[in-house]
């Protein structure tokens, strides 16, 4: 799983899922951040997150349209843990 | 159910329904008789397909079916377009490949979502009928996935070093 601690960015993306209960798209917390988050990064980010457990993808079956469904991305409770301990500590989550 | 952005010429449902077992292959059928009847069935994601139809030269409208309808047939072949244009989903076979050479978690976390977005909105702006803006979110959505997988280089390489 590699370094559990998540960085400011982690963070970012974290507190974005908190404020979404129903989730959100990648591309939405990219339009969310205010220009923090970039399209190339934002799913290296929530691969590392889902690989530690701190989100959760679940895709439609079907797209409406040709291609491929979008996932859509929900925190899970070690994720919102680790966002609740994160600023107790006063780490900063990037997010003004 | 089917997306259409053109509605200049007639078209119905096919009289068969769902295409079967032992019915044409509906790529081929397609092929075969590009202008009186496009027959479409459930083909996989690396098939799935958008049909674009322009008529002579001029770039037309482009119309996009969901890879599960079957029910397409141009009623009056006379008044069909004179050429179709049969188009892979961008990114398809790069798909293929990155699905071949990276492990599946590394390619479900982070390169299947990429193209997914690549899809989501380059089909939004073919059916806006944005085609040149469709081509450039293809073009850019290559590029993303480019850099999702040097980025991807070089976590491996600081998981290996440090």
Redesign the interface.
Same mark, same amino acid.
């Given at each position: 799983v *590699?370094n559990p601690f998540a960085s400011a960015k982690e963070l970012l993306v974290l507190s974005l899922l908190r404020d979404e209960p129903q989730g959100m !798209? *990648? =591309?939405e917390m990219v339009n969310a951040s205010d220009g923090r988050l970039a &399209? *190339?990064?934002v !799913?290296?980010l =929530? *691969?590392?997150l889902? $690989?530690k457990g701190y989100v959760h993808?679940r /895709?439609a079956k079907? /797209? $409406?349209? +040709?291609? =491929? +469904? &979008? +996932?859509r991305y929900t925190l899970t409770a070690p994720g919102r843990r680790i966002l609740e301990a994160a600023q107790m500590l006063g780490v900063s989550t990037a997010r003004a | 159910m089917w997306d259409d952005m053109d509605n200049s010429y007639p078209y119905e449902e096919g009289p068969h329904g769902t295409l079967g077992p032992g019915e044409p292959d509906p790529l081929m059928f397609g092929r075969q008789v590009p202008h009186a009847v496009i027959w479409y069935t459930e083909l996989n994601r690396m098939q799935s397909l958008a049909v674009q139809i322009s008529t002579g030269r001029r770039p037309g409208p482009v119309t996009v079916f969901r890879a599960s309808d079957v029910k397409i047939a141009v009623s009056d072949p006379s008044a069909a377009p004179e050429r179709s244009r049969i188009v892979r989903a961008p990114g398809s076979r790069l798909m293929g490949w990155l699905r071949f050479l990276l492990s599946p978690g590394w390619y479900r976390l982070r390169i299947a979502p990429t193209i997914a977005d690549m899809h989501e909105e380059y089909y939004q702006e073919l059916k806006t009928g944005h085609t040149c803006h469709a081509r450039w979110i293809a073009i850019r959505g290559h590029l993303l996935v480019v850099k999702v997988l040097a980025k991807g280089v070089v976590e491996a390489l600081k998981d290996l070093i440090f």
């Open positions: *590699g !798209y *990648g =591309l &399209r *190339g990064t !799913y290296v =929530l *691969g590392r889902e $690989d993808s /895709a079907k /797209a $409406d349209h +040709p291609g =491929l +469904p &979008r +996932p | -």
